[in-house]
């Protein structure tokens, strides 16, 4: 029988779990302070975990799990994103969002009354060949992903540059608009008003 320590211990995880969060498609430039940013405007960010990926490049969306003070912040967050666009970091990529389970926990501890055994497949055995199927499956998966995210990656990256550009352009536009209507007596829109002796009024 469990401990009475090891079954408080699990539904001391199982209440973080709940208010949890997991969220993923984060730009990979996202930092920790900028998930917490936009998020607490939903309520208290307690505390926020990148999910390391170890098969993959590092310039694809990152994922991470965002503790909320209760699990009606926890909602909010989900119901928000689910029902809206989400953007974090200004990146032209919406972000996803939905409850946390179990095993997206490295921490998580062992479920009482429960043991996992693992053993080698003997050759002859009809699941072997069953488990070679499935391994080429997953590597040949996460190869075409990998693709398909550099290829995304590679728009957004492009999309990025144009909005940066259409910023800059539009900054030197109101820039130039804001100098050319200035108040001041020595400026082309007052010596034009007096060279059509013309009345002009600007805030």
């Known amino acids: 029988m469990a401990s009475l320590s090891a079954q408080a211990d699990y539904a001391a995880f199982e209440e973080r779990r709940k208010r949890t969060v997991y969220i993923d498609n984060l730009s990979p430039q996202v930092t920790e302070p900028v998930v917490r940013t936009a998020l607490n405007q939903f309520g208290n960010v307690k505390s926020v975990q990148f999910i390391p ?98 290829q995304v990656l590679q728009e957004e990256e492009k999309l990025a540059r144009q909005q940066d550009e259409t910023l800059k352009s539009n900054y030197k536009k109101f820039d130039l608009i804001d100098g050319i209507t200035t108040t001041d007596k020595t400026g082309p829109a007052d010596k034009l008003a007096k060279h059509y002796n013309l009345k002009i009024a600007l805030d």
């Open 53 to 150: 990926n170890f098969i993959e490049p590092r310039n694809i969306p990152q994922c991470a799990l965002v503790e909320m003070e209760n699990t009606r912040q926890a909602e909010a967050v989900l119901s928000e994103i689910s029902q809206f666009p989400f953007m974090i970091s200004g990146m032209p990529r919406p972000v996803r969002a939905r409850p946390a389970e179990v095993g997206m926990f490295g921490d998580k501890p062992s479920m009482p009354g429960r043991t996992i055994r693992c053993r080698w497949l003997d050759e002859n055995n009809p699941n072997f060949k069953v488990a070679q199927k499935t391994k080429a499956l997953i590597w040949k998966n996460a190869a075409e992903s990998a693709f398909l995210q550099k």
